[in-house]
Each structure stands twice: as C-alpha cells, then as structure tokens.
C-alpha cells in the first residue's frame, strides 16, 4: 500500500512538473507576417502596451536573421522613438552572422558567436520585451542555438524575459522561429511536388527543392508558424508539413502586415494589423499518394481578422465586436466562374475564395482552383462548406468587409489537365 502511495504521489509529481514546465507566468508574443508597416498603430500599440508601455518598456532587438543587421536595426529603433519608447530604452543585440555595408567601421559577422556572450545575455534579461528583426531564420537558429541543440545564454535570457511575463516579437523570419517546428524554406509547388526536406546541409535552401523542416525557438507552444502567408501562397507548404507531422496540432499562416498575438498565460490568440490569420486543423484530415504526388482531404480551414480571438484550451473563436453571421444575410450572389488567368479583369486571391465566393455567397456551397505543375498535371484546390460552416462578417469600410471564417473543409488534389478545342465546324 505505501509503495503504491508512493508511486501516486512520484506520478502526481511528474505530471506537475510537466504541466508547469508548459504553462508560462504571463508571458506574451506578437508574431508578424512580415511585411511589418511603421504605421501599423495596433500591432506596435500591442507590442509596446505588452513591454510596459512607452515609458517603461525596454525593448532588446535582435538583428541575427538580417542580412543588414545595423539597418534592421537602426530602422526598427526609429518606428519604436516615434510611438513613444526613450532611444535610451533601446538596445542593440550584437549578435548577427552577416557584416553590413553601411558600417564601414563595424564587421558585423564578427558577432556570430555572441550568442555566448553572458555580458550581452544580461542586457537581453534586464529587457521588457525582445524584438527579432526579419532575413533568414536559419541566420537566428545558427547564432542562438549550439551545435549540440542546447541553448546560448542569450537565448535562455529571452526565454527568461518571456517567462517573467515580458513580450518576444519578431517579423518574417523573426515570426518562423517562433515555433517548436520551424518552415526554412520552400514554395507550395515544391512542397507538394518534392515533399518535406529535413536534412538539408546548405546554406541557401533552393525554394524549387521541397519544403525545409527543422526545429526553431519553441517560444509558440500550440503549432507551426508560417509567414508573409497569402502574399506569397503558402496554403501548400503548410498543409503538407502539416499532414507529414501528426504531432503538430494546428498551422498558423500569418499574413503581412499582421500580427498573431500569443497570451500565454491565458492560452489565448488574438489578430491584429491589416490583413489576418489562417488556421489549418489536421486533425480529421487524411493524406495519401498517387504517382507520388500527395491527395490531402477533409483539412479544417478557419480564418480571423483584426480582434477576433482564439481560447486554445476550448477551441473556440470569438469574432470581433460588431461581426454579425453572415448565414442568410449573404453579400454575394455571384457563382463561382472556374480559374481565373490573364484575361480576367479580376483574379481573386486565396482570402476572396473563402469570403466573398464560399463563406459570404449565396449560391455557392464549394468552388475549385486549379494549379498548373505542367502542362499535363496540376493540384485542385477544393473548399467547400461543412455543417460546422459559420462565416462572420463587419459592415463594409472604405477597406472592405471585415471577415472571420469558421470551419471550412480544404482538399489538395492532383489531377490531369487536357484542353481539346472547341469544334467550330
């Protein structure tokens, strides 16, 4: 009996420190698409309210991904004096892998080891809240990350100003990190025709070559980031990393100019900035082959705008203030025309096909887009409404509708592509 005591209370213990060493004491992120404008009021009201506020908050910026550290991060300083924060308050992080042109006096390569450095480690940890600037995330993971896998004293000082409630942010390549599993590199064709590359031993990963997959920072607990999502089409890449790794939950597509804000201690996701976020479930989804190209069916597809947020322990969204269901009070009637090319006045992008044409439509329930990999052979994008289906939406500004999208389905088919012309005899 004392011995299965015991075993109860050593079992009790695990769990609790395994669910402390998950759970955070407030600590805060704003992971940005990329893209990032000085004059995007919300996203830096949200960065420097979560420092402290412009009087109190000091901000350390670490420019290691930049392939022009300085400039990254001289330019990122003066967005941060014109919204308030003292340049005092301000800190450089010297650690970078790239020398900069515009410092004649200054190698900034020089500083690739300082990730080492307990000096610089102790400016980052007396900090409010840490910035990582945009270039290439595999630049950050060589400088903070050893090579056998354990962290620099710089990094342990982010995670340490993370823990004690402060803010971590970063842009592009600062926003890729963010995950425990990290997208280097790669195009959606690639990805979808060539797959998931983990043991690439380059420097510059070729985007035609698949899909880089490798560990990042771990700072965002609840799945995998990708950036600059919409501008630069990365439904595929997402999706097929995602289905070739049952252990990520969710994928997180940031657009530009907008920003994933992660509460951590209320487990917790709100949107800012101009554009939004995709959120990719796989868990009822289901991959196969064929010719070696994969079919992915029944992906849950959601996606939030400004305000809208995300309870993670719950899996439930809350829409912005003033969205209204768009269900029975549809804008659109407009039948969805097939693919668009060079001739249409008007070529929809991914966000248009799952608001204005699925999710605010009257007529449509599903529409299709095809993606040309040869002159023989393509991927079909399907999306289509489920009975879960909910689509929110604000009364129209001079910027549009506002959307938020809920549970569509999304499938990724390769098919065979023929034109036979017309007979005009």
Known sequence: MHKFIALLIAILFLLTSYSNSQSLSGGCLVIVGGGLEHDNKSIFNHLISLAGGAEKATIAVIPSASGTPMQ???????????????PGNIHLVKVAV??????????????????????????????????????????????????????????????????????????????????????????????????????FKGDDFPDSLGVMVSGGLGFFPNGLVDQHFNARARIGRLAVTLMNDKKIPLGF???????????SKQNTMQVAGAAGVTILNPSKARISYVQQLPVIENLDLSYLEEGDTYDFATGTVKPAEGKKPTKGKEHYNDPWPGQLGILSSYAPGFRDLY???????????????????????????????????????????????????????????PVQISATPINHK
Not at 127 to 149: E, H, N, Y
Not at 253 to 263: F, H, K, M, Q, R
């Open 253 to 263: 597509g940031v657009d530009e100019n907008t920003a994933l804000i992660y509460d």
């Open 72 to 86: 990254s991060y001289e330019y990122f300083k003066n967005i941060l004096i014109s919204y308030g924060i003292k």
């Open 355 to 413: 608001t204005e044409y699925l999710a605010d439509n009257k007529v449509n329930d599903s529409i299709q887009n095809i993606t040309f990999i040869s002159s023989t052979t393509g991927f079909r994008f399907s999306l289509f409404k489920t009975k879960v289906s909910e689509g929110f939406c604000t009364e129209k500004s001079r910027h549009g509708y506002g959307y938020t999208v809920l549970n569509l389905g999304m499938d990724i088919i």
């Open 98 to 199: 790239m020398d900069d042109d515009s410092t004649k006096d200054v190698n900034e390569s020089e500083w690739k080891d300082s990730g080492n450095n307990t000096a610089i480690a102790e400016l980052v940890r007396k900090c409010s809240g840490v910035w990582f600037s945009g270039g290439d995330q595999a630049r950050t993971m060589k400088t903070l990350i050893r090579r056998d896998g354990s962290k620099t004293p710089v990094l342990e000082a982010v995670w340490d100003v993370y823990r004690n409630g402060g803010v971590v942010g970063g842009t592009s390549a600062g926003a890729a990190i963010m995950s425990e599993v990290m997208i280097g590199g790669g195009s959606s064709i690639a990805a979808l025709t060539h797959g998931v590359i983990r043991d």
